[in-house]
């Protein structure tokens, strides 16, 4: 059974950069493709971006500047980090695997428990 | 706000047969892009119910149901239980935007 799980500051100055890790058990890093995805208080789940199996990532365009997700497959975990937070990033971050049953359009299979990261000075 | 729309709420007593909507527009459902769902418990991560329109995963109860047509999906939740009370969320991809996208979310309320 695959499972994820979130690690990280709970709080983060603002302009700083919050920093995520995703360690994955149960399954190897260096199959499927791997996501950041998060949910602002009181508001709807948004797709951040992911990593692949072979470290290509592609971001949400409107996070492209301030956002990067990296692989670390010696120790089967993948990280996010976002520049230049500022309160409107503050939300439930979750970790993802992301899944496709043909070339329609990724899924999300495997969830992390979600880690709750305030930007508040 | 998302692209994908979904009722706010629906409700149910238990036993009965509830669907939730999802709306999207020829850039994302419509384009042909595949639609999942998702039931999240306060507090808890979003679970995979439906994947690829009509899939279910192992271990998801068959009283959970997709379809899609055109530019719009939608779930099914028959014989409804207690323990359906949660937000549901639909998923696809919307080519413009170059995002993954999630509905808008509807609250399942069983009376």
């Known amino acids: 059974q695959v499972q994820l799980q979130e690690s990280g500051p709970g709080l983060v100055k603002p302009s700083e950069t919050l920093s995520l890790t995703c360690a994955v058990s149960?399954?190897?890093?260096?199959?499927?493709?791997w996501s950041w995805i998060r949910q602002s208080p009181g508001k709807g789940l948004e797709w951040l971006g992911y990593?692949?199996?072979?470290?290509?990532?592609n971001y949400r365009p409107s996070l492209k500047s301030r956002l990067t997700i990296s692989l670390d497959t010696s120790k089967n975990q993948f990280s996010l980090k976002l520049s230049s937070v500022t309160a409107a990033d503050t939300a439930v971050y979750y970790c993802a695997r992301s899944s496709q049953l043909r070339s329609l359009g990724y899924y999300f299979d495997y969830w992390g428990q979600g880690t709750l990261v305030t930007v508040s000075s | 706000q998302s692209v994908v729309t979904q009722p706010p709420s629906v409700s149910g007593s238990p036993g009965q047969r509830v669907t939730i909507s999802c709306t999207g527009s020829?850039?994302?459902?419509?384009?042909?892009?595949?639609v999942h769902w998702y039931q999240k418990l306060p507090g808890t991560a979003p679970k995979l119910l439906i994947y690829?329109?009509?899939s279910r995963p192992s271990g998801v109860p068959d009283r959970f149901s997709g379809s899609k047509s055109g530019t719009s999906a939608s779930l099914a939740i028959t014989g409804l239980q207690a323990e359906d009370e949660a937000d549901y969320y639909c998923q696809s991809y919307d080519r413009s935007l170059s995002v993954y996208v999630f509905g808008t979310g509807t609250k399942v309320t069983v009376l």
């Open positions: 690829a329109n009509i």
């Open positions: 020829s850039s994302n459902i419509g384009a042909g892009y595949d």
């Open positions: 990593v692949s199996y072979s470290g290509r990532t």
């Open positions: 149960g399954g190897s890093i260096s199959s499927y493709y």
